[in-house]
């Protein structure tokens, strides 16, 4: 978790100061800080629930996701009415620096939210899930105290970034099914946007 909050503040420190939140050294100062805390609060295993870690933890999501998302508006409007994208390598960067925050990001809310969180999953408080990972339907492929870590929400948000839809972990709850259907949403409109005007470019 930590490692990858670590790569979304260096993917925000790609994009071009000017679709940067300014100032520009707030937001990543600010997740820097709300992780170190995490990690001194809870260096190992999240077990035990605590109102304020979880809060904390939401700002840093939070944080995370309205910096990506103010640069994505930015970039849009940039490139309806060309200012930017003038160059192919330099767009390609920054599109791809934000299409990876969103993956970052959205692997946070899912391993956030799922039965409750980490802390509620690990006490098995919540008995129903809100994702069904293969594991889940298929026992015999796993051990009997497998559970979703937080690589595999990682994996989960790339791949629905990468299909445009569920892959291998299908949303189960409402509120999963619409962070889902957002994120394809977003990661379509980044995708579509910057890929054909490199192409534009390159042609």
Request: glycine share 8%; with cysteine; hydrophobic share 55%.
């Amino acid at each position: 978790m930590a490692a990858a909050a670590v790569a979304a503040v260096g993917l925000q420190l790609v994009v071009p100061t000017a679709l940067a939140l300014r100032p520009t050294f707030v937001l990543p100062s600010l997740e820097v800080v709300l992780m170190v805390g995490l990690l001194v609060a809870n260096p190992g295993r999240i077990d035990q629930h605590s109102s304020g870690l979880r809060a904390a933890t939401i700002c840093l999501v939070a944080a995370i996701s309205f910096a990506n998302a103010w640069s994505l508006v930015l970039l849009i409007h940039g490139l309806v009415t060309g200012r930017e994208g003038q160059l192919a390598g330099p767009l390609l960067l920054t599109g791809g620096a934000i299409w990876g925050t969103n993956v970052i990001a959205f692997g946070f809310w899912y391993w956030e939210f799922d039965r409750g969180g980490p802390a509620r999953r690990a006490q098995g408080r919540r008995p129903y899930p809100d994702f069904l990972f293969p594991q889940m339907s298929m026992p015999q492929l796993a051990t009997p105290d497998w559970e979703p870590q937080f690589f595999d929400y990682l994996y989960t948000s790339f791949t629905n970034a990468a299909a445009f839809s569920p892959t291998d972990v299908m949303p189960l709850s409402r509120w999963a099914k619409m962070l889902f259907l957002a994120q394809s949403a977003i990661s379509l409109v980044t995708a579509a946007l910057v890929v054909a005007r490199a192409v534009n470019i390159l042609r």
